[in-house]
């Protein structure tokens, strides 16, 4: 049983005098699809790298806490997987080369078992052993996905997770999140109608904008 | 007082073994990031093709430059730490400069905290600044007549301390300008005033070792040299985390 909870503490971020959001207050205690959504522009990106401590908020906390015990900042990113389009993979290693090396930084087991299976779902298992640099922006996505989710993390934030990818790439992806979110607790950061259907509670950054 | 004293001595070698723990963790996970940037530059030679042009050439300018001239033996001490501080301003800012021009900055924030990736980093480039030192020492040695180490005791400990202190402002610095526009400027521009108390104790070190100063006589600059190396590498260190993020 997953015992993560994630707290958005009234979070506000600012770059300069520009207003991105003004006290963010959210609670995921539960396994789960969560949505963020806002048009363009609106900070998305932003509060999700807030969210995985890659950029601090301007005030606020955000506290991710594992059996009621607050993770360390050191030790954060074994707990959480990140998707996006602006991820770039080491284009001069293979996927597996990519994969084994993230499980090695990371200090975790390369659980060949369920890499496999990930690199089987997401039609990639016969190129795995191709560069990067070989790959469409379309393989690249679906990598990104495994990158997410081979080390099991308890949170898994999904920034724009369709992005560059084809019909049976976009069912496959929901298939894996409706999967992954009966044991994580997921973020889905979009402005995809689709993609927002997934999810159980939306949060609308565009709400958060006033001075 | 016992029961106490007991229990202070059990949290003590609880927290000993943690942090013990800890470290290996560190150390293991520094060690990965290193062969994946050893691996990555063995493909992609993006440091090494440029320290080792750096190097064919300036040796090659200062020959010709000098010709058939006889030049002191303090000058030629003094032109071998400047090619050393040259061909590292040319090639030891990749380690970070690479990974935020190709994009992949963000990726290492998500798998590695930022002392594993500035200890890994500092590994890759201590490993460069070596062997760069050694290919440079060598060539000076077999061209250079007048460069001619009387006591080699002392140039090891000023070779060793130096290339130490080299590599960790060189990777800090790095990791500073990496999110900058213009790098190519910004490096030696920011290295020059930070290197330079060291360049000049080198210097200093190498004209004694050429003299055949004893090493008890030359102790106090080889002092210097490693405070140097343990100041650089305590702030980098504690600033690592705010130079990393944001």
Redesign the interface.
């Known amino acids: 049983m997953n015992n993560y909870s994630l707290t958005i503490d009234s979070i506000t971020k600012t770059f300069g005098r520009r207003l991105i959001f003004k006290n963010v207050i959210l609670k995921c205690e539960e396994n789960g699809i969560w949505g963020i959504a806002g048009p363009n522009g609106s900070g998305k990106s932003t509060f999700v790298k807030c969210l ?5 908020p301007t005030r606020g906390k955000v506290i991710h806490s594992l059996n009621n015990k607050e993770i360390e ?3 954060l ?1 074994n707990h ?1 997987g ?1 998707v996006s389009p ?8 293979s996927a597996e ?1 990519n994969l084994h ?2 499980a ?4 975790v087991k390369y659980n060949k078992e369920k890499i496999d299976y990930l690199l089987n779902e997401f039609l990639l298992y016969d190129r795995r052993s191709d560069f990067v640099k070989a790959y469409s922006s379309g393989m690249k996505q679906r990598l990104k996905f495994i990158f997410a989710l081979m080390h099991s993390p308890e949170l898994v934030i999904l920034d724009e997770p369709i992005s560059n990818l084809d019909n049976s790439g976009k069912e496959k992806v929901y298939k894996i999140v409706n999967e992954e979110a009966k044991n994580s607790v997921i973020i889905i950061a979009s402005n995809d109608d689709s993609d927002l259907a997934l999810c159980s509670s939306i949060l609308d950054l565009n709400n958060y904008k006033n001075d | 007082m016992i029961v106490i004293w007991l229990s202070v001595h059990q949290s003590l070698i609880l927290t000993i073994i943690k942090t013990t723990k800890g470290s290996a963790k560190i150390k293991m996970t520094s060690t990965a990031l290193f062969r994946k940037d050893l691996a990555s530059e063995i493909r992609t030679r993006y440091a090494i093709n440029s320290l080792v042009m750096f190097i064919i050439v300036t040796i090659s300018v200062i020959l010709f430059s000098i010709g058939n001239e006889k030049i002191s033996d303090y000058l030629s001490g003094g032109l071998f730490w400047v090619v050393v501080f040259f061909t590292a301003m040319s090639g030891l800012s990749r380690a970070f400069v690479s990974e935020e021009e190709r994009g992949t900055s963000l990726l290492l924030q998500l798998i590695a905290s930022p002392s594993t990736v500035f200890s890994g980093k500092l590994i890759f480039n201590l490993i460069l600044v070596f062997s760069m030192n050694v290919v440079i020492a060598n060539l000076y040695t077999a061209l250079f007549e007048a460069f001619v180490i009387k006591n080699l005791l002392l140039f090891s400990a000023a070779f060793l301390f130096g290339s130490i202190g080299i590599a960790i402002s060189s990777t800090v610095i790095a990791a500073i300008i990496a999110k900058a526009g213009s790098k190519g400027t910004l490096y030696p521009v920011l290295s020059f005033p930070i290197l330079l108390p060291l360049i000049l104790i080198l210097i200093e070190l190498t004209k004694m070792s050429m003299d055949g100063t004893t090493f008890e006589e030359g102790m106090i600059e080889v002092a210097v040299l490693i405070c140097y190396d343990v100041i650089m590498i305590s702030a980098s260190y504690l600033l690592f985390d705010f130079i990393w993020k944001d």
């Open positions: 995985c401590g890659i950029i601090s900042p050191e030790k990113h959480i990140f602006y991820l770039v993979l080491y284009d001069e290693f080369e090396y993230f090695e930084i990371r200090g």
